[in-house]
C-alpha cells in the first residue's frame, strides 16, 4: 500500500500532512528517510517511523461502546448528534460505522468497527445473533405475552416476528423485563410490546451474542473490544 495512505489511515494526518512530514525529513521505513509519499509499502513487514516513533499499521477497529440516549446510530445526519460524535479524533479516523441500529432514545451495547464482514454477521438474522435487552414496560408483562413472544409475534404490518425470549424481572405498573431477540427490524422490540397493547418507556441493549455491555462503560463512553471479546467477532466471521 502506499506509504502516504497508511500514514494518513493510521492518523497521522492528512494526506498533505504526510506529504509535509516526509519533506521535513521526519518518516523513515526501514530505518531510511523516504521522502516519496507514493512509495509502496508493506505494512506487515516494512518498519515505518514519524520522528522514530514506529506506527502500528491496523486495519480494522472494534469499539465497544454504551450508547447515550439522544444520539442516532448512523455515521452522519444533516439535524441529529451521531454517535459517532461521541468518538475521540484517535479512532475516528478509522471510519467505524455502528453495528445495527438502536434507536435514538435507547441505551446500551453498540459495536462501532470498520469491518464490514463482521458487522454482517452479527446483524444477519441467519446467523441467529441472540441480543439481549432490558425493557421498562408501561403496565403489566403476563404469561401470555411470555407465550405470545416465543411463538413469534405478529407486527402491525403482519410480520411475524422470529421466537423472542422475554423474562419478566418485574411487575407493577410499570414492569421491567429482559427480551432476548434475533432479528433486528426497525424499532423491533417497541413494535413487539406495541403488538401485545403495551409501550416501552426505557430500552437499554445488555448484549449481542457472547459481547456483553461493559458495566464500567458510562453512558457515551466506549472502549476497544478485549482480546477475547475480539476472538469472539472474529469467531463468527470465520464461521461465515
Ligand atoms: N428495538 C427497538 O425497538 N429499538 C431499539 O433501539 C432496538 C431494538
Known amino acids: 500500500m502506499r506509504l502516504d495512505k497508511l500514514l494518513s489511515n493510521m492518523g497521522i494526518g492528512s494526506r498533505k500532512d504526510v506529504k509535509t512530514l516526509l519533506k521535513k525529513k521526519q518518516v523513515t521505513v526501514n530505518g531510511a528517510v523516504v521522502k516519496d509519499n507514493a512509495m509502496k509499502v508493506d505494512p506487515e513487514s516494512d518498519e515505518i517511523a514519524v520522528n522514530g516513533e514506529i506506527i502500528r499499521y491496523r486495519k480494522y477497529i472494534y469499539l465497544m ?3 447515550a440516549p439522544g444520539y442516532v446510530s448512523a455515521t452522519t445526519d444533516a439535524r441529529e448528534k451521531t454517535v459517532i460524535d461521541l468518538l475521540g479524533e484517535d479512532v475516528r479516523h478509522f471510519n467505524p460505522f455502528p453495528v445495527g441500529r438502536l434507536d435514538k432514545d435507547t441505551e446500551g451495547l453498540l459495536l462501532l468497527t470498520n469491518d464490514g464482514d463482521l458487522a454482517h454477521q452479527l446483524v444477519s438474522p441467519k446467523k441467529n445473533v441472540g441480543k439481549t435487552y432490558f425493557a421498562r414496560i408501561d403496565g403489566n408483562v403476563s404469561e401470555a405475552d411470555i407465550r405470545t413472544f416465543r411463538e413469534g409475534v405478529v407486527l402491525e404490518d403482519g410480520y411475524q416476528a422470529k421466537p423472542g425470549e422475554l423474562v419478566i424481572l418485574r411487575n407493577g405498573e410499570t414492569s421491567e423485563i429482559e427480551v432476548t431477540i434475533t432479528e433486528g427490524k426497525f424499532h423491533q422490540v417497541k413494535r413487539m410490546f406495541e403488538a401485545v397493547g403495551k409501550k416501552v418507556i426505557y430500552l437499554k441493549r445488555l448484549s ?7 458495566n464500567n462503560l458510562k453512558l457515551g463512553n466506549y472502549r476497544e473490544l478485549t482480546e ?7 469467531s463468527l466471521k470465520s464461521e461465515a
Not at 449481542?208 to 461493559?214: H, R
Open 65 to 67: 461502546m454504551n450508547k
Open 208 to 214: 449481542m451474542g457472547e459481547l456483553k455491555l461493559d
Open 228 to 234: 477475547s471479546e475480539l476472538a469472539y467477532c472474529l
